[in-house]
Protein backbone atom coordinates (compact mmCIF):
# COMPACT_ATOMS: atom_id res chain seq x y z
CA UNK A 1 0.00 0.00 0.00
CA UNK A 2 1.06 3.61 -0.70
CA UNK A 3 1.53 5.69 2.57
CA UNK A 4 1.04 9.38 2.31
CA UNK A 5 2.58 11.50 5.48
CA UNK A 6 1.68 15.18 6.13
CA UNK A 7 3.54 17.43 7.82
CA UNK A 8 2.77 19.55 10.07
CA UNK A 9 0.45 17.40 11.99
CA UNK A 10 -1.12 21.07 12.99
CA UNK A 11 -0.08 24.14 12.23
CA UNK A 12 -0.75 27.86 14.19
CA UNK A 13 -1.30 30.82 11.54
CA UNK A 14 -3.14 34.09 11.53
CA UNK A 15 -6.09 35.99 9.40
CA UNK A 16 -3.64 37.09 6.26
CA UNK A 17 -0.77 34.58 6.58
CA UNK A 18 0.58 32.35 3.97
CA UNK A 19 0.57 28.42 4.82
CA UNK A 20 2.10 25.78 3.42
CA UNK A 21 1.20 21.69 4.12
CA UNK A 22 3.33 19.49 2.52
CA UNK A 23 2.29 15.77 1.48
CA UNK A 24 5.20 12.64 0.71
CA UNK A 25 3.78 9.71 -0.88
CA UNK A 26 5.93 6.38 -0.17
CA UNK A 27 6.21 5.99 -3.53
CA UNK A 28 5.99 7.43 -7.05
CA UNK A 29 1.99 7.92 -7.64
CA UNK A 30 3.12 10.82 -10.31
CA UNK A 31 0.27 13.44 -10.25
CA UNK A 32 -2.81 11.26 -8.55
CA UNK A 33 -3.03 13.71 -5.59
CA UNK A 34 -6.21 15.60 -3.78
CA UNK A 35 -6.58 17.98 -1.35
CA UNK A 36 -9.78 17.80 0.90
CA UNK A 37 -10.77 20.59 3.87
CA UNK A 38 -12.92 19.15 6.41
CA UNK A 39 -14.49 21.14 9.21
CA UNK A 40 -15.57 19.64 12.00
CA UNK A 41 -18.77 17.59 11.65
CA UNK A 42 -19.18 18.28 7.73
CA UNK A 43 -17.94 15.57 5.38
CA UNK A 44 -14.86 16.32 3.33
CA UNK A 45 -14.79 18.79 0.74
CA UNK A 46 -12.18 18.44 -2.62
CA UNK A 47 -10.17 21.29 -3.10
CA UNK A 48 -7.61 20.67 -5.40
CA UNK A 49 -7.51 16.97 -7.95
CA UNK A 50 -4.96 15.72 -10.00
CA UNK A 51 -2.03 17.37 -7.60
CA UNK A 52 -2.84 21.42 -9.15
CA UNK A 53 -5.85 21.44 -10.33
CA UNK A 54 -8.31 23.80 -8.67
CA UNK A 55 -12.09 22.14 -7.81
CA UNK A 56 -15.04 24.44 -9.62
CA UNK A 57 -15.53 26.98 -6.69
CA UNK A 58 -12.45 27.13 -4.91
CA UNK A 59 -10.65 30.46 -4.07
CA UNK A 60 -7.93 30.64 -6.05
CA UNK A 61 -5.85 31.34 -2.54
CA UNK A 62 -5.68 27.57 -2.64
CA UNK A 63 -3.07 26.30 -5.11
CA UNK A 64 -1.24 22.97 -5.33
CA UNK A 65 1.93 22.20 -6.82
CA UNK A 66 4.15 18.65 -7.03
CA UNK A 67 4.45 15.04 -8.92
CA UNK A 68 6.10 11.69 -7.86
CA UNK A 69 6.47 11.93 -4.22
CA UNK A 70 6.20 15.54 -2.87
CA UNK A 71 3.59 17.56 -3.13
CA UNK A 72 2.21 20.86 -1.07
CA UNK A 73 -1.06 22.78 -0.55
CA UNK A 74 -0.60 26.58 -0.99
CA UNK A 75 -2.99 28.95 0.89
CA UNK A 76 -1.80 32.34 -0.46
CA UNK A 77 -3.74 34.62 2.38
CA UNK A 78 -5.60 32.99 5.39
CA UNK A 79 -9.38 33.83 5.29
CA UNK A 80 -11.54 32.77 9.07
CA UNK A 81 -13.46 30.10 6.94
CA UNK A 82 -10.03 28.13 6.13
CA UNK A 83 -9.52 26.91 9.77
CA UNK A 84 -9.91 23.21 8.85
CA UNK A 85 -8.27 20.06 8.51
CA UNK A 86 -6.75 18.92 5.45
CA UNK A 87 -6.02 15.80 4.21
CA UNK A 88 -4.13 15.00 0.74
CA UNK A 89 -5.18 11.21 -1.33
CA UNK A 90 -3.44 9.03 -3.70
CA UNK A 91 -5.39 7.75 -6.25
CA UNK A 92 -2.78 6.15 -8.01
CA UNK A 93 -3.25 2.88 -7.39
CA UNK A 94 -5.61 0.57 -4.81
CA UNK A 95 -6.09 0.90 -1.84
CA UNK A 96 -6.36 4.05 -2.22
CA UNK A 97 -5.04 5.92 0.86
CA UNK A 98 -4.85 9.20 2.06
CA UNK A 99 -2.68 11.19 5.12
CA UNK A 100 -3.34 11.40 8.62
CA UNK A 101 -4.19 14.86 8.25
CA UNK A 102 -3.16 18.58 9.22
CA UNK A 103 -5.19 20.96 11.63
CA UNK A 104 -4.64 24.40 11.06
CA UNK A 105 -5.37 26.56 14.09
CA UNK A 106 -6.58 30.14 14.05
CA UNK A 107 -2.91 31.28 16.43
CA UNK B 1 -28.07 18.72 -8.38
CA UNK B 2 -25.96 15.45 -6.84
CA UNK B 3 -27.51 14.32 -3.72
CA UNK B 4 -26.54 11.30 -1.60
CA UNK B 5 -28.33 10.10 1.65
CA UNK B 6 -26.78 7.60 4.02
CA UNK B 7 -28.99 5.28 6.33
CA UNK B 8 -28.52 2.02 8.38
CA UNK B 9 -26.34 3.09 10.95
CA UNK B 10 -26.33 2.35 14.49
CA UNK B 11 -24.96 0.35 17.51
CA UNK B 12 -24.08 -3.16 17.26
CA UNK B 13 -22.14 -5.40 18.88
CA UNK B 14 -18.96 -7.04 18.00
CA UNK B 15 -19.07 -10.04 15.90
CA UNK B 16 -22.52 -8.49 14.18
CA UNK B 17 -24.05 -7.25 10.89
CA UNK B 18 -25.57 -4.08 9.37
CA UNK B 19 -25.82 -3.09 5.97
CA UNK B 20 -25.57 1.19 4.84
CA UNK B 21 -27.95 2.30 2.17
CA UNK B 22 -26.45 5.50 0.11
CA UNK B 23 -29.82 6.49 -1.60
CA UNK B 24 -28.32 8.94 -5.10
CA UNK B 25 -30.15 11.64 -6.64
CA UNK B 26 -28.79 14.03 -9.87
CA UNK B 27 -27.45 10.93 -11.14
CA UNK B 28 -27.03 7.12 -11.91
CA UNK B 29 -25.08 5.16 -10.08
CA UNK B 30 -24.78 3.15 -12.79
CA UNK B 31 -23.34 5.19 -14.82
CA UNK B 32 -20.73 6.32 -12.11
CA UNK B 33 -17.96 4.71 -9.79
CA UNK B 34 -18.91 5.14 -5.58
CA UNK B 35 -17.11 4.82 -3.09
CA UNK B 36 -17.05 4.31 0.87
CA UNK B 37 -14.97 6.19 2.95
CA UNK B 38 -14.71 6.10 6.91
CA UNK B 39 -13.67 8.21 9.66
CA UNK B 40 -13.28 6.43 13.14
CA UNK B 41 -14.04 9.34 16.15
CA UNK B 42 -11.42 12.32 16.21
CA UNK B 43 -9.17 10.11 13.32
CA UNK B 44 -8.43 10.43 9.97
CA UNK B 45 -9.96 9.37 6.41
CA UNK B 46 -9.65 5.30 5.25
CA UNK B 47 -11.16 4.49 1.86
CA UNK B 48 -13.06 1.58 2.34
CA UNK B 49 -14.55 0.19 -0.43
CA UNK B 50 -15.18 1.16 -4.23
CA UNK B 51 -17.64 -0.03 -7.12
CA UNK B 52 -16.06 0.65 -10.44
CA UNK B 53 -17.32 0.03 -14.19
CA UNK B 54 -18.28 -3.52 -15.31
CA UNK B 55 -18.75 -4.36 -11.49
CA UNK B 56 -15.38 -4.72 -10.52
CA UNK B 57 -14.92 -3.91 -7.13
CA UNK B 58 -12.05 -3.03 -4.50
CA UNK B 59 -11.51 -2.97 -0.77
CA UNK B 60 -9.15 -1.85 1.96
CA UNK B 61 -6.97 -4.41 3.13
CA UNK B 62 -8.77 -4.16 6.76
CA UNK B 63 -12.37 -5.07 5.63
CA UNK B 64 -11.66 -7.50 3.08
CA UNK B 65 -13.66 -10.83 3.65
CA UNK B 66 -15.87 -9.10 5.84
CA UNK B 67 -17.06 -6.20 3.90
CA UNK B 68 -19.20 -6.21 0.16
CA UNK B 69 -19.85 -3.67 -1.47
CA UNK B 70 -23.18 -3.61 -3.92
CA UNK B 71 -25.32 -1.43 -6.11
CA UNK B 72 -29.21 -1.44 -7.16
CA UNK B 73 -29.41 0.20 -10.26
CA UNK B 74 -33.35 0.29 -9.85
CA UNK B 75 -32.93 1.75 -6.87
CA UNK B 76 -30.11 4.17 -7.49
CA UNK B 77 -28.55 2.97 -4.81
CA UNK B 78 -25.38 1.63 -3.21
CA UNK B 79 -24.83 -0.17 -0.12
CA UNK B 80 -22.16 -1.71 2.61
CA UNK B 81 -22.65 -4.96 3.84
CA UNK B 82 -20.56 -5.17 7.16
CA UNK B 83 -20.24 -8.47 8.76
CA UNK B 84 -17.74 -9.65 11.13
CA UNK B 85 -17.71 -6.10 13.12
CA UNK B 86 -15.31 -5.41 15.70
CA UNK B 87 -14.67 -2.53 18.00
CA UNK B 88 -12.48 -0.61 15.21
CA UNK B 89 -15.06 -0.67 13.02
CA UNK B 90 -16.70 2.18 14.86
CA UNK B 91 -16.51 5.06 12.63
CA UNK B 92 -19.08 7.54 10.47
CA UNK B 93 -19.18 6.12 6.97
CA UNK B 94 -19.30 8.46 4.22
CA UNK B 95 -20.73 7.39 0.81
CA UNK B 96 -18.76 9.44 -2.14
CA UNK B 97 -19.13 9.48 -5.65
CA UNK B 98 -16.10 10.96 -7.99
CA UNK B 99 -15.54 12.77 -10.65
CA UNK B 100 -16.51 10.96 -13.68
CA UNK B 101 -13.76 8.32 -14.29
CA UNK B 102 -11.52 9.46 -11.89
CA UNK B 103 -11.17 8.80 -8.11
CA UNK B 104 -11.42 12.36 -7.05
CA UNK B 105 -14.49 12.59 -4.21
CA UNK B 106 -16.24 15.81 -5.05
CA UNK B 107 -19.69 14.56 -4.31
CA UNK B 108 -20.21 13.42 -0.26
CA UNK B 109 -23.05 12.42 1.81
CA UNK B 110 -23.86 13.37 5.53
CA UNK B 111 -22.65 9.92 6.68
CA UNK B 112 -23.74 7.29 8.66
CA UNK B 113 -22.43 7.03 12.27
CA UNK B 114 -21.72 2.79 13.02
CA UNK B 115 -20.87 1.99 16.61
CA UNK B 116 -19.51 -1.45 17.25
CA UNK B 117 -19.91 -1.56 20.98
CA UNK B 118 -21.34 -4.54 23.84
Known amino acids: DIQMTQSPSSVSASVGDRVIITCRAS??????LAWYQQKPGKAPKLLIY???SLQSGVPSRFSGSGSGTDFTLTISSLHPEDFATYYC?????????FGQGTRLEIK | EVQLVESGGGLIQPGGSLRLSCAASGFTVSSDYMTWVRQAPGKGLEWVSGFYSGGRTFYADSVKGRYTISRDDSKNALYLQMNSLRAEDTAIYYCARPMTGTNWFDSWGQGALVTVSS
Open chain 1, 50 to 52: AAS
Open chain 1, 27 to 32: QGIRSW
Open chain 1, 89 to 97: QQANSFPIT
